[in-house]
T-cell receptor, first 116, second 108 residues
């Protein structure tokens, strides 16, 4: 039972480079989301999706794109990496409802990204 | 501006004693709250939740209290165990606004 799988675990980029962080879940969850974790800031929502073909912006969407072509996958694209995007990124999923009290989020183990 | 705040970045407690973690929020419309626990190099995992229509929810050693008039919730861990050493996040509502986290260290 893999749950939520994120790849890669670590990545170093140069400013201006682009890349895609992969996220896959095998729990048939409708809701998926991306967070970034920065010291003293907690987890901030970047983008989320309530189902295949539907995405929306969270609290800090600038510089990131997402798409949801299947229920299982929710990749996060960095279009032109900047040092301010150095962070730990977490993908999460849940049953319909987006992490409600009776349908909490299941998180992957994170991708640690450094932009130089 | 963070809608959920955990003002204590760290907490150290002796094994067997009570750990009390606090969380304040600003939006009185929040319907539910959750606590997540995170170990190093892992993603957060769900711990316990509470609906805004309740003032207490208990699950084993973990109890969450909600004071809506004060816009405050707390997580009590009794008794604290070494395996409880982790970062604890409180979160609120749809899209889940997360606090900055409190690092708990349980001393043997």
């Amino acid at each position: 039972n893999a749950g939520v799988t994120q790849t890669p675990k670590f990545q170093v980029l140069k400013t201006g480079q682009s890349m895609t962080l992969q996220c896959a879940q095998d729990m048939n969850h409708e809701y998926m989301s991306w967070y970034r974790q920065d010291p003293g800031m907690g987890l901030r929502l970047i983008h989320y999706s309530v189902g295949a073909g539907i995405t929306d912006q969270g609290e800090v969407p600038n510089g990131y794109n997402v798409s949801r072509s299947t229920t299982e996958d929710f990749p996060l694209r960095l279009l032109s990496a900047a040092p301010s995007q150095t962070s730990v990124y977490f993908c999460a999923s849940s049953r319909a409802g987006g992490g409600t009290y009776n349908s909490p989020l299941h998180f992957g183990n994170g991708t640690r990204l450094t932009v130089t | 501006d963070q809608q959920v705040k955990q003002n204590s970045p760290s907490l150290s407690v002796q094994e067997g004693r009570i750990s009390i973690l606090n969380c304040d929020y600003t939006n009185s419309m929040f319907d539910y709250f959750l606590w997540y626990k995170k170990y190093p190099a892992e993603g957060p995992t769900f711990l316990i939740s509470i609906s805004s229509i309740k003032d207490k929810n208990e699950d084993g050693r973990f109890t969450v209290f909600l004071n809506k008039s004060a816009k405050h919730l707390s997580l009590h861990i009794v008794p604290s165990q070494p395996g409880d050493s982790a970062v604890y996040f409180c979160a609120a509502d749809y899209k889940l606004s997360f606090g900055a986290g409190t690092t708990v260290t349980v001393r043997a």
